[in-house]
Antibody, heavy 113, light 108 residues
Framework: EVELVESGGGLVQPGGSLRLSCAASGFTFSSYWMSWVRQAPGKGLEWVANIKEDGSEKYYVDSVKGRFTISRDNAKNSLYLQMNSLRADDTAVYYC??????WGQGTLVTVSS | EIVLTQSPGTLSLSPGERATLSCRASHSVSNNYLGWYQQKPGQAPRLFIFGASNRVTGVPDRFSGSGSGTDFTLTISRLEPEDSAVYYCQQYGSAPYTFGQGTKLEIK
C-alpha cells in the first residue's frame, strides 16, 4: 500500500526558511516523478513543484521560483522541499503527491510574525 | 499557463438528482490530461477521474467524466449524501499543472 508521510511544517517568521520532508513507501520511489501541492487555508489547490525520477529535471510554479528547491533522495525514499524567503502567502498545507492518485496527509506551514 | 474555470461555484441538489460540473480551460489540455478530485473537509484531495474520462479504481460508477480540448464535465448521477464535497479539476498536460477554483456540491 502506498504511503506518503510529510513532516517539517510549523510556524516560521517572514523571511525565514523551512525544509519539508516526505517519506514514501509501498512503491518503487525511484521510478516516479513526485510533486508538492499546497492549499492555503480555506482556498483551492496549487501545484508547487515536481521532480523527475533521477532528480535531473525540476519544475516550479512562478510564485516560488528562486525561493523553493525540490529535491529527492532515492536511497532513502524521500522527497524534500527547501523553502527560503518565506512570505505570508506561502502559508498553506503542503501535500506530497505521487502520480496524482496518492496524496499524503499534508503538513501545515504558517508564515507569521 | 492554462487557466481552468469551474462552474458553478456552488451546487445545491437533493439525493437522487444528477449533478453536472463544468471545467473550461483557457487553452487546449494536452492529451486530455484532465483530472477530477473530490475533497472533503480536513482531508487530502482524492483523485476520481483521470485522462478526462477514466474512473480511478474504487470510484462508484455514478461518477463519470467527459470532454476534450478545452471543455470538460464531471457528472454525478443519483446523488448520495456522501457526495457532498468540493470538486476540483486539474490539468497535468503541461507545467504549471493548474487546478480550477473548485465547485462546492451541497446535498440538501
Amino acid at each position: 500500500e502506498v504511503e506518503l508521510v510529510e513532516s517539517g511544517g510549523g510556524l516560521v517568521q517572514p523571511g525565514g526558511s523551512l525544509r519539508l520532508s516526505c517519506a514514501a513507501s509501498g512503491f518503487t520511489f525511484s521510478s516516479y516523478w513526485m510533486s508538492w501541492v499546497r492549499q492555503a487555508p480555506g482556498k483551492g489547490l496549487e501545484w508547487v513543484a515536481n521532480i523527475k525520477e533521477d532528480g535531473s529535471e525540476k519544475y516550479y510554479v512562478d510564485s516560488v521560483k528562486g525561493r523553493f528547491t525540490i529535491s529527492r533522495d532515492n536511497a532513502k525514499n524521500s522527497l524534500y522541499l527547501q523553502m527560503n524567503s518565506l512570505r505570508a502567502d506561502d502559508t498553506a498545507v503542503y501535500y506530497c503527491v505521487h502520480r496524482w492518485d496518492h496524496w499524503g496527509q499534508g503538513t501545515l506551514v504558517t508564515v507569521s510574525s | 499557463e492554462i487557466v481552468l474555470t469551474q462552474s458553478p461555484g456552488t451546487l445545491s441538489l437533493s439525493p437522487g438528482e444528477r449533478a453536472t460540473l463544468s471545467c473550461r480551460a483557457s487553452h487546449s489540455v494536452s492529451n486530455n490530461y484532465l483530472g477530477w478530485y473530490q475533497q472533503k473537509p480536513g482531508q487530502a484531495p482524492r483523485l476520481f477521474i483521470f485522462g478526462a474520462s477514466n474512473r480511478v479504481t474504487g470510484v462508484p460508477d455514478r461518477f463519470s467524466g467527459s470532454g476534450s480540448g478545452t471543455d470538460f464535465t464531471l457528472t454525478i448521477s443519483r446523488l448520495e449524501p456522501e457526495d457532498s464535497a468540493v470538486y476540483y479539476c486539474q490539468q497535468y498536460g503541461s507545467a504549471p499543472y493548474t487546478f480550477g477554483q473548485g465547485t462546492k456540491l451541497e446535498i440538501k
